[in-house]
C-alpha cells in the first residue's frame, strides 16, 4: 500500500453541516413554544377558572342576599298575616307580583298561617314545564293557589289571573295540605332569622331550587321564597370558558347536582360519586369518554351552607387548540425552510456521503467475509481516505485471523472427534465415517433441484463446512457415556465379564457335590447308586451354566421359558464362607443392604448393592430440557438375573438410556458453544440424527416436518455405518445386500427418508463408500431396482 492521500479536513466539511444545527435549534424552539404555550393556555384557563369561581360565588350570595331583602322588605308589610278568603284578592298579590317580575328566577311566593291557610302566588312565564303541567292558555299569566277552611273543609282554589291580574278562570277542589307539616313552615317557626333549605327537585318544574323562609315577627305566619336554581345554570351557560366545558354546582352533602351547563340534571349515581371522589381526592386531571379533562373545584361557601362547590371539567384538547395552530404554523414554516434548505445540504453532503456509501459496501464485504474483494475508496477529504486505508488493512488483519481461528477450530473438532472414537476400539472410525457419507449425500443431494432438494443446496465452502463439522460432532455426547456400556457384548459385561465369576459359583457348587458325594458315602451310602445320583447332578450343572453362558451372549430373542428356567436356575444355593464386605470401596459400602449378610447365598441373584441410584438428569429436568420420553428409575442395575433376562440384545434399559444419553449431552453441549451466523445450524444438524420422520426417534420425538434435509441424510449415514461395521464386537459385519435390504424396512416403517434413501441408491454413493471402507467379502451384488418407487 503507498501513502495516504492529502486532502481536505474533514473539518472543512462541517460548514455544510450547519442547517443540521438549525434544524436542532428550530426543533428545539418549537418544543420550547410548545412548553410555554401549554403553561400559558394552563394559566390563562386558571385565571379564567377563578373569576368564573367569583362570579359563581357573587350570584349565589346575590340570590341569598335577595332573597333576604325580598322577605325582610315583605315581612314589613301591613296585610301579610292577612288570611286568604275566597274570590277576593289578598292584599298582597300586588306585591308578590311585582316582586316576581322584577327577579325573574322566583318560581313562587307564599305565607303559611299557623291555622293551615295558605297563600301562594306562582309565575306561570319561569317554564314552558309549568304551562303544560296547568295545561294555561297564552294570555294567563299567573297562578294563585289558596287553601282555607270552609264547612270543616281543606279547600285549595287555583285562580288563574291575566297580566293585569284580572280573573279568567278558578277551579276548587279538596285539599289535605298542610302548611304546618311542611320543613320550611317548621325551620321558619323554629328559627329567628331567614333559613333556606337544601337544594331539591320542584316536581312541578322537574327542575331543581330551593325554599327561603322567615317567621313574621310576633306570630306564627311564615312567608317564603321559592327560587328556581335554573337560573343558576342559565348563568353557568353564559359563563363557560369553552364550547365542550362542563360546569356542575355539586351538593356533597345531599350528593346533588343543583346547577349544570349541560341540558339535563339527571346525573347518574355513578357520577355523583365520582364527583364526590374528585372533590375528596382534589384532582387535578381525569380521563373521561376517552378525553383529557382538566379539573377545578372551587368551595361556593356561604352562610347557608359549606357543602357546595362549583366542578369544571376543562377538556384540555379544546383548551391548547389556539396555541396548537401557532405551533403548527410554525412547524409548517420550519418545514418549509427545510425543504428550501434542503438541495443546498443534498449537494454539499455529496462530498462525505459518497465515499462514505463506498466504505460501507467495503465494510458490508468484510462482514460477508469476501476479504480478497476489498479495495481503497478514494475521497477528497484526509480523514476518510485514511480511513479506507485503515478498513483494508483492518480487513487483511481480519482475513489472517479468522483463517488461524477456522484453522484452530477445525483440528480442535478432529481433536475432539478423534478423542471420541479412541475412548472405544470397537466404534473407532464411527465418527470419521459418517461424515464422509453425510458429505457424499449432501453434495449430491445439493445438485438435485426437484422433489425435497428443490430448496437444498450446498453453495459455497461455508455450507460445507457447517454440515461436515455437524457430522463429525455428531456423537460428541459420548465423552460422557462410560466405556463398558459403550463396548458392552455380553449381558453380565460391567467393566469385565462377569460370566467368569458366575462360573466361579458353579465351580464351587460343582465341589460341594463330590464332597457331599463323599460324605454321603462314608456315611455307608451304596457307591453305585451315589455315583448316577452324582453323575447326573453334574452334567445337570454343566448343562445349567452352558445355558446361563448362552443367554450371557445376547444373540437370540430371551423367551419366557429361557427366563423362567433363569430364575429357577437362579435358586441354586452355595454356602459363603468370608466376609464380602472387606476391600471393598465406599461407593460399594453405600449400597450395601443390611439383608446381605447371609451365610447361603444363590448362585444368581439380583441384590440391593447391584441399583446404582441416579442422582440428577430426572424427568422434570428431562422435559424441561424439551425431550421426550421416559427416564428410568435407577442410573444402572447391575444385578444378574436382571441382566441375563434381558429379552433382546446385551442392554438393560438404564444402559441403553445411557446410550441414547449421548445425543442428549450432543445437543446440549452444541448449544453451550457460542457458534457464528454461518455455522447456526451444527446443533439442529447434529441432533437429530436419532429421530425418525413419525415421532418414534429421541430425544425429542420430532417428525419430518421438524427435521432439515442434511438432518434426514445424518440420520441415514449415521444408520448404514453403523450397518456396515466391521469393528464391532456384539455383530457380525453386514454384506451391502443386507444393509440395503435393512435400510429399505427402515424407509417402510418411516424412520429414514424415502427420497434420501433413494438418491443414496441411484446415485452409487452406498457402493461408492463400500469400496472404500468396507472389506472385500462384504461387499456383493444389490439389485436396486426392488427398493425404488
Known amino acids: 500500500m503507498g501513502k495516504s492521500k492529502s486532502g481536505f479536513k474533514i473539518s472543512t466539511t462541517i460548514l455544510f453541516l450547519f442547517f443540521l444545527v438549525i434544524g436542532i435549534i428550530a426543533t428545539s424552539t418549537l418544543l420550547l413554544q410548545f412548553y410555554f404555550a401549554k403553561q400559558l393556555a394552563h394559566d390563562a384557563t386558571q385565571n379564567s377558572v377563578k373569576f368564573l369561581s367569583d362570579k359563581t360565588f357573587h350570584k349565589i350570595d346575590e340570590i341569598n342576599r335577595v332573597s333576604f331583602d325580598t322577605i325582610s322588605l315583605l315581612e314589613l308589610s301591613n296585610n301579610i298575616e292577612d288570611l286568604p278568603q275566597k274570590n277576593i284578592h289578598h292584599p298582597m298579590l300586588e306585591k308578590f307580583v311585582t316582586t316576581m317580575q322584577t327577579k325573574k328566577y322566583i318560581y313562587a311566593m307564599y305565607t303559611g298561617y299557623e291555622t293551615g291557610e295558605f297563600y301562594e302566588v306562582i309565575n306561570l312565564d319561569i317554564d314552558e314545564k309549568l304551562r303544560k303541567k296547568y295545561q294555561t292558555t297564552d294570555n294567563e299569566r299567573w297562578l294563585v293557589v289558596k287553601i282555607f277552611t270552609e264547612k270543616n273543609s281543606v279547600i285549595k282554589v287555583e285562580e288563574y289571573l291575566d297580566k293585569n291580574l284580572n280573573l279568567i278562570r278558578s277551579k276548587s277542589k279538596k285539599s289535605d295540605y298542610n302548611p304546618v307539616k311542611r320543613p320550611w313552615y317548621k325551620k321558619a317557626i323554629a328559627s329567628s332569622t331567614m333559613i333556606r333549605t337544601q337544594p331539591y327537585m320542584f316536581s312541578n318544574l322537574e327542575s331543581m331550587g330551593v325554599t327561603y323562609s322567615k317567621k313574621i315577627d310576633n306570630s306564627q305566619t311564615v312567608v317564603s321564597i321559592d327560587i328556581s336554581l335554573a337560573s343558576l345554570s342559565k348563568f353557568l351557560k353564559s359563563q363557560q370558558i369553552f364550547k365542550n366545558t362542563e360546569l356542575y354546582i355539586f351538593d356533597s352533602l345531599n350528593k346533588k347536582v343543583i346547577a349544570s351547563n349541560k341540558k339535563a340534571l339527571n346525573i347518574s349515581a355513578k357520577s355523583l360519586n365520582h364527583f364526590n371522589e374528585l372533590i375528596f381526592t382534589n384532582a387535578k386531571e381525569i380521563v373521561q369518554n376517552k378525553r383529557n379533562y382538566l379539573v377545578s373545584i372551587a368551595k361556593l361557601e356561604s352562610e347557608y351552607s359549606d357543602k357546595e362547590y362549583l366542578i369544571m371539567l376543562i377538556d384540555k384538547e379544546e383548551m391548547m387548540a389556539p396555541y396548537n395552530k401557532k405551533i403548527e404554523l410554525a412547524i409548517y414554516a420550519n418545514i418549509l425552510l427545510m425543504l428550501v434548505t434542503l438541495p443546498i445540504i443534498w449537494y454539499s453532503s455529496k462530498i462525505i456521503i459518497n465515499p462514505m456509501k463506498l466504505l460501507t459496501k467495503e465494510n458490508e464485504k468484510i462482514q460477508n467475509r469476501k476479504f480478497d474483494d476489498v479495495v481503497l475508496v478514494d475521497s477528497s477529504i484526509k480523514e476518510i481516505n485514511e480511513l479506507s486505508y485503515s478498513i483494508v488493512s483492518m480487513s487483511r488483519s481480519i482475513q489472517e485471523y479468522e483463517e488461524a481461528q477456522i484453522k484452530l477450530m477445525d483440528s480442535f473438532i478432529e481433536v475432539i472427534a478423534s478423542a471420541i472414537d479412541a475412548k472405544s476400539e470397537y466404534t473407532a472410525g464411527h465418527g470419521q465415517r459418517v461424515p464422509v457419507i453425510t458429505m457424499m449425500l449432501a453434495k449430491e443431494a445439493s445438485l438435485r433441484k426437484d422433489g425435497i432438494f428443490k430448496d437444498f443446496s450446498i453453495e459455497d465452502e461455508e455450507d460445507e463446512r457447517e454440515l461436515k463439522i455437524a457430522a463429525l460432532l455428531h456423537d460428541c455426547g459420548k465423552i460422557t457415556t462410560p466405556e463398558y456400556v459403550v463396548d458392552k457384548a455380553t449381558k453380565l459385561e460391567t467393566i469385565y465379564n462377569r460370566i467368569h465369576e458366575v462360573r466361579t459359583r458353579f465351580e464351587v457348587v460343582y465341589r460341594d457335590l463330590e464332597v457331599l458325594y463323599y460324605q454321603k458315602l462314608l456315611d455307608g451310602k451304596e457307591r453305585d447308586e451315589l455315583d448316577k445320583w452324582l453323575e447326573i447332578e453334574k452334567k445337570s450343572l454343566k448343562d445349567n451354566f452352558e445355558f446361563i453362558a448362552n443367554c450371557n451372549i445376547g444373540g437370540e430373542f430371551m423367551s419366557d421359558d429361557y427366563i423362567s428356567r433363569i430364575q429357577e436356575i437362579a435358586k441354586i444355593t452355595w454356602n459363603k464362607n468370608f466376609d464380602d464386605t472387606l476391600g471393598i470401596s465406599q461407593a460399594e459400602r453405600d449400597r450395601l443392604s443390611p439383608h446381605d449378610e447371609n451365610e447361603v447365598e444363590h448362585i444368581l441373584s439380583d441384590k440391593f448393592n447391584h441399583i446404582i441410584e441416579r442422582t440428577r438428569y430426572f424427568q422434570d429436568e428431562y422435559e424441561k430440557d424439551g425431550f421426550k420420553g421416559t427416564v428410568p428409575k435407577h442410573l444402572y442395575n447391575l444385578g444378574e438375573i436382571y441382566n441375563l433376562t434381558v429379552r433382546k440384545g446385551t442392554l438393560s434399559q438404564e444402559e441403553r438410556f445411557k446410550i441414547n444419553e449421548h445425543i442428549i449431552m450432543t445437543i446440549k453441549m452444541l448449544d453451550q458453544l457460542p457458534f457464528p451466523e454461518q455455522l447456526k445450524r451444527i446443533p439442529e444438524y447434529a441432533g437429530a440424527h436419532h429421530e425418525t420422520l413419525i415421532g418414534t426417534g ?92
Open 698 to 789: 429421541y430425544p425429542k420425538q420430532l417428525t419430518k416436518e421438524d427435521m432439515s434435509v442434511p438432518a434426514r441424510i445424518m440420520a441415514l449415514a449415521d444408520i448404514y455405518e453403523a450397518l456396515t461395521a466391521s469393528d464391532r464386537p456384539y455383530k457380525e459385519p453386514k454384506k451391502l445386500s443386507e444393509s440395503i435390504k435393512i435400510l429399505s424396512f427402515m424407509v417402510k416403517d418411516q424412520h429414514i427418508d424415502k427420497d434420501i434413501f433413494e438418491l443414496f441408491l441411484t446415485s452409487g454413493i452406498y457402493k461408492e463408500y463400500g469400496k472404500k471402507y468396507l472389506k472385500p467379502e462384504q461387499i456383493d451384488e444389490v439389485d436396486i431396482s426392488q427398493y425404488l418407487s
